[in-house]
């Protein structure tokens, strides 16, 4: 299995409402990353987990809340957004640097996310 | 801080080859990733340099310079569907990123029949 799986693909929710956004791997990769991406945009680092462990936070709003529960998964939770949260959100996943197969890293498809 | 630099926009004729610029500033360069991504999808891995010279892969080549912090991806007998945004990223182990990519802006790049 060389994918990360996101789901869901699309997600419209209000500005209320409380949601997660869901990344799994089977690559045995220990580094898992949530981006945000607009249009025409480059992907921005929001959060890095290595080891199971959050090592990196982009200062990113306390609306957005990662999870990951075990090496394979990470969530990404949602509460209270705005419409200018709306985006295509990305998960990836990599064995950290200090491994000795570091090489590249692997996106899932993405979130469309839409904040109305 | 990094300083990611590539061109907006480029063109080219299908089945030549085009030459898309990347340059960088970072204090603890661990890496330079060129990724492909097409409107609406995820970024797919195309070519990693850490140490100076050119990788080749297929129609695709990347080369790297960290005395001038500068690197090229070459595209060879364009197609189509190439057509595409290409991103260069650097993987800084100095930055508050840690080691997670940080990408440039992305070149856009439109082939032509």
């Known amino acids: 299995d060389t994918e990360v799986t996101q789901t869901p693909k699309h997600l419209v929710m209000g500005m209320t409402n409380k949601k997660s956004l869901k990344c799994e791997q089977h690559?045995?990769?220990?580094?898992m990353y949530w981006y945000k991406q607009k249009a025409k945009k480059p992907p921005e680092l929001m959060f890095v987990?290595?080891?199971?462990?959050?090592?990196i936070n982009e200062s990113v709003p306390s609306r957005f809340s990662p999870e990951c529960p075990n090496s394979s998964l990470l969530n990404l939770h949602l509460h209270a957004l705005q419409p200018e949260d709306s985006a295509l959100y990305l998960c990836?996943?990599?064995?950290?640097?200090?491994?000795?197969?570091?090489?590249?890293?692997?996106f899932g498809s993405g979130t469309r996310l839409t904040v109305v | 801080g990094q300083n990611i630099d590539q061109p907006t926009e480029m063109t080219a004729t299908e089945g030549a080859i085009v030459q898309i610029n990347c340059t960088y500033q970072?204090?603890?360069?661990?890496?330079l990733f060129w990724y492909q991504q097409h409107a609406g999808e995820a970024p797919t891995f195309l070519s990693y340099?850490?140490?100076?010279g050119l990788e080749e892969k297929g129609r695709f080549s990347s080369f790297l310079s960290r005395s001038k912090g500068y690197s090229y991806l070459l595209l060879k007998e364009l197609q189509m569907k190439d057509s595409a945004s290409y991103l260069c990223?650097?993987?800084?182990?100095?930055?508050?990123?840690?080691?997670?990519?940080?990408f440039g802006k992305g070149t856009s790049l439109l082939v032509t029949p």
């Open positions: 990223a650097v993987r800084d182990i100095d930055s508050n990123s840690g080691y997670a990519l940080n």
């Open positions: 970072t204090s603890g360069f661990n890496g």
């Open positions: 340099n850490v140490l100076d």
């Open positions: 987990y290595s080891y199971e462990k959050l090592s």
């Open positions: 690559m045995g990769h220990r580094a």
């Open positions: 990836a996943s990599s064995h950290p640097p200090r491994d000795r197969d570091n090489y590249g890293y692997t």
